[in-house]
């Protein structure tokens, strides 16, 4: 698993509306009306919208899988209402940081070894903190973002996997976010209306597409998620350990660096 397939450097269309009620959506004159439809299946199966919207609190950690050895990358604390995130993890020469911000200001505090930094390494991590939150939260809910603002939906067609039928929609966007020219496709289980699966070229890429399976989908307070990505390829997985949809979270997980 490289570091480019991990980190995908995603779109900020997703997060057109960090808090909780996003009042804008995609343009329907844009896409597929076959596609609109399946993602709205999806939606509902997911839990509809309102529960989504009235998800307070989420909290995961972001690991990867690789030759059987779990390696735990970042924690995220996110608080949907206010655009209020934690997140830590240790650098590669295994020292621990810590970011406490807000997503819509994107001002915030950043300690490394306990210290907090200033200057040009303090604005350094909080880039890098809103990033990772990007790239570690799309992974996770992509589904609940097929209907964001930017976001082209077609249908791209039916295909059997393993026995079950999927009707896959392509994602592309319309020039906005980091990575634009990036291509997504949901394969949507015709059954459950769940996505079992996505695949992806990045910054419009030539090469062959990632594929991951979606894997464990079960209610997490009133909505669903999947806490697995296999490759295909059996190239090692990524996991969302210690995952929580919750109503209160201690105010200190966001003010204390401890």
Not at 184 to 194: C, E, K, P, S
Not at 196 to 211: I, T
């Amino acid at each position: 698993m490289n570091r480019a397939t991990l980190f995908l450097a995603l779109i900020v269309t997703f997060y057109a509306a960090v808090l909780h009620a996003a009042e804008k959506t995609l343009d329907p004159a844009t896409s597929d009306p076959k596609a609109l439809a399946i993602s709205k299946k999806v939606m509902t199966a997911l839990g509809g919208t309102e529960a989504w919207n009235n998800a307070h609190f989420l909290r995961f950690d972001f690991a990867s899988v690789k030759d059987g050895k779990t390696n735990r990358i970042r924690s995220h604390w996110w608080d949907k209402y206010s655009g209020r995130h934690r997140v830590e993890g240790t650098t590669k020469e295994g020292d621990p940081w810590v970011v406490l911000h807000n997503l819509n200001t994107r001002e915030g505090v950043a300690y490394k070894k306990g210290v907090k930094q200033e200057g040009e390494e303090a604005k350094k991590m909080l880039g890098s903190a809103y990033g990772v939150w990007i790239n570690d939260t799309y992974w996770l809910l992509m589904p609940f973002k097929l209907n964001d603002p930017g976001v082209i939906l077609r249908y791209d067609g039916r295909e059997t996997i393993e026995g079950k039928s999927y009707d896959k929609l392509l994602l592309t966007f319309d020039n906005v976010g980091l990575t634009p020219k990036d291509k997504y496709w949901a394969y949507v289980n015709r059954r459950t209306h769940l996505v079992d699966r996505w695949a992806f070229v990045l910054k419009g890429e030539e090469e062959p597409a990632s594929h991951y399976w979606w894997r464990g989908w079960k209610k997490y307070g009133k909505v669903k998620l999947a806490p697995e990505r296999a490759a295909v390829d059996g190239d090692g997985k990524l996991l969302f350990e210690n995952l929580a949809v919750s109503d209160s979270m201690p105010d200190s997980v966001f003010t204390s660096v401890n």
